[in-house]
């Protein structure tokens, strides 16, 4: 097998991290604009709204919202057959429960869209990009609420209805399975809105992120079914943040806990490709005498919401070793991940590990048989521009050729069915983890620092021309 003649190359942004113009054109505060900017090792800090006096790198990002034009024709020089990017919830129902949406937000898309298009470059759009309206989390306490599935439903139905002759494939909730692992409170906080008071207990803030993930897997089915009712040729994914656990060693013990780690990472790839629950979920929760909502009706919506493919980011592998646990495997993945002797890792210590995509298809593939897009998959480093003004980025082209070489075997040899494959990050943006701008993915150099100076000039890589090469010969180059 080759790769697909209509193989969609491209590269993915967020609107958030990207955009800016966080209060143009009647945009409301999203979840993203009261994050202040962190750094590596430090946690980007949730203020109580917007404060003049704290720094919120996506108020301006890089701000494509005035730029796309520019840069949607970068991308069409290196031959993008595909854009992937979100569409700002805020621009288009300000607080999120407005009854009417925002005509000038809506406009936006239809223009940036057409701009796409005319470069035949197909949008490939996700809804909810860590960008839920701020006040619906005030107000409503985020995803803990069950008013949050029909807002959300009512927002995907508008842009569905909006944009159902121009855009095809569709996402719709962003790294929805990284709750899963409670770590941080920001973490929690871009996936479903949830804030905690810091006087929970561990195994409540657990429960509030499966009841939180929950409404949203409700939430997600409802907007499945919309679509299709809109568009029948609507190809609607999920979206899952792809970190697959090795056990450390073939010792039993390491084997079975690597099982239960994966499970409780994909739990939420089950009930989007299958339509329900797997039974070491809800074995999970009874346990732990979860107290979650989940009615009847909710299993019925999620057996009629299955997606037609699986979009999923990669960027690195996990490892684990058996140590405290007992029977039950409890994996808690800040306690118990360990560090892969086997691979390298970048300078913010993500493992890179390019086999590692391979594993990734052949899993979802032999569970699911969807079709399957990689929709993130990049490279973040600190980019020199040198004296003549180029930047001499081999780092990222090593990188991403390794991955690439990864994915062909999988279709190649392995046989898996992959749609597209789209970088993380083809202009530089804002970090969504650090808030940071030197933390760079793109082909494209943008011109700001981290205290938010800077032109804004757009400047092309090596590897700009690199992956140029890698499209134009469908994969060959490389």
Not at 121 to 130: G, K
Not at 428 to 447: C, H, L, N, P, Q
Request: hydrophobic share 35%.
């Amino acid at each position: 097998m080759k790769l697909r003649e209509d193989f969609l190359w491209g590269g993915a942004i967020a609107a958030h991290q990207a955009e800016g113009a966080w209060q143009t054109g009647g945009k409301g505060v999203s979840i993203a604009d009261v994050m202040t900017a962190g750094a590596n090792g430090v946690p980007r800090r949730i203020t109580d709204g917007v404060l003049s006096y704290e720094n919120y790198p996506n108020h301006e990002a890089i701000d494509f919202f005035n730029h796309y034009q520019e840069d949607i024709k970068l991308f069409a020089e290196m031959g993008f057959k595909c854009l992937r990017t979100s569409i700002a919830w805020t621009r288009i129902f300000p607080n999120g429960d407005d009854e009417m949406p925002n005509e000038e937000g809506l406009k936006f898309y239809d223009d940036l869209f057409d701009e796409m298009l005319k470069y035949g470059i197909e949008p490939i759009i996700t809804l909810a990009h860590f960008e839920m309206p701020y006040h619906l989390v005030k107000e409503y306490g985020g995803f803990l609420n069950r008013k949050c599935i029909d807002f959300f439903v009512r927002f995907a139905s508008v842009c569905f209805e909006r944009y159902k002759d121009k855009v095809k494939y569709w996402m719709t909730f962003n790294e929805i399975n990284n709750q899963t692992h409670y770590m941080s409170d920001d973490e929690v906080f871009r996936d479903s809105g949830l804030l905690f008071l810091n006087n929970e207990t561990p195994l409540q803030r657990e429960q509030a992120c499966y009841q939180a993930g929950h409404y949203q897997l409700v939430a997600s089915a409802l907007a499945v079914q919309e679509g299709h009712r809109i568009n029948p040729d609507f190809k609607i994914g999920c979206m899952i943040a792809m970190c697959p656990i090795y056990p450390h060693s073939c010792h039993p013990n390491d084997i079975m806990l690597s099982v239960v780690a994966n499970h409780k990472r994909d739990y939420y790839t089950h009930i989007h490709a299958r339509g329900y629950y797997p039974a070491y979920a809800l074995e999970y929760m009874k346990r732990k005498e979860f107290q979650i909502d989940m009615t009847q009706e909710d299993l019925e919506i999620l057996k009629k919401g299955i997606v037609d493919y699986i979009a999923f980011s990669y960027y690195m592998s996990y490892a684990t070793k058996y140590s405290h646990h007992d029977k039950y495997y409890d994996f808690e993945q800040s306690q118990d991940l360990i560090k892969n002797e086997y691979v390298e890792a970048s300078e913010w210590g993500w493992q890179i590990d390019p086999e590692g995509l391979r594993y990734s298809l052949n899993y979802f593939y032999d569970l699911y048989q969807l079709p399957m897009m990689i929709v993130e998959n990049g490279f973040g480093a600190v980019d020199k521009i040198e004296k003549d003004g180029t930047i001499q980025d081999d780092y990222r082209i090593d990188y991403l050729r390794s991955h690439i070489l990864a994915m062909k075997d999988a279709v190649e040899i392995d046989g898996v069915d992959l749609l597209g494959y789209t970088t993380w990050g083809p202009i530089d943006i804002v970090s969504a983890g650090t808030g940071e701008m030197k933390k760079r993915y793109g082909f494209v150099y943008v011109d700001k620092d981290n205290e938010g100076q800077g032109t804004l000039q757009r400047r092309p890589k090596k590897s700009f021309y690199w992956y140029q090469k890698v499209i134009e010969s469908n994969g060959e180059m490389i």
